[in-house]
């Protein structure tokens, strides 16, 4: 999973408004973070390949490749919570569960940090670039460099916008 962080003055009181007394307006600052966050989910998506990403994923059995699958199971999310007595609204991008199954899983990961000396991560790095050491996942990561900036600036734009329509009524 993730995550991007935008901490804006103010945000703990407004949640808190949103939350009790402005529900329409909470539901659209969700939906408004889920989208800043989906510019990076959108561009993992991108880089899913189509075909397995080795000859050893048939299409049957644990390891089967279901590109389809792998691209629905990265998803934007919503998350507020305290942080040390401060409130930070965030985006977040989950990916490779359930809906990946294991080959997502393992296309994910495998390549970077412990794995990269495998026979398996070697061939998935030749072919697909390698896994970044940090643990984020192999498409999550690129797309993460690439477009967090403007994430996080759309979380920041969302906050505010849903503290003008509480300040202006």
Do not use: C
Not at 111 to 125: D, F, H, Q, S, V
């Amino acid at each position: 999973m993730l995550t991007l962080d935008a901490t804006v003055d103010g945000v703990p009181q407004l949640i808190n408004r949103l939350k009790g007394f402005e529900p329409e307006v909470y539901k659209i600052l969700q939906r408004d973070v889920r989208a800043a966050a989906d510019l990076i989910g959108a561009s993992a998506r991108g880089m899913i390949p189509s075909e397995p990403p080795t000859s050893h994923w048939a299409a049957s059995g644990r390891t089967a490749w279901n590109s389809g699958a792998v691209r629905s199971s990265i998803r934007p999310g919503f998350r507020s919570r305290n942080i040390g007595g401060t409130r930070v609204v965030s985006g977040v991008v989950t990916g490779y569960g359930k809906g990946g199954g294991a080959a997502g899983k393992l296309y994910a990961v495998t390549g970077g940090g412990a794995t990269g000396n495998t026979r398996l991560g070697a061939l998935l790095n030749a072919k697909w670039g390698t896994a970044t050491k940090s643990g984020a996942p192999r498409a999550m990561g690129p797309a993460w460099h690439m477009h967090v900036d403007d994430a996080r600036e759309g979380i920041k734009q969302a906050v505010h916008r849903a503290a003008g329509k509480v300040s202006n009524g």
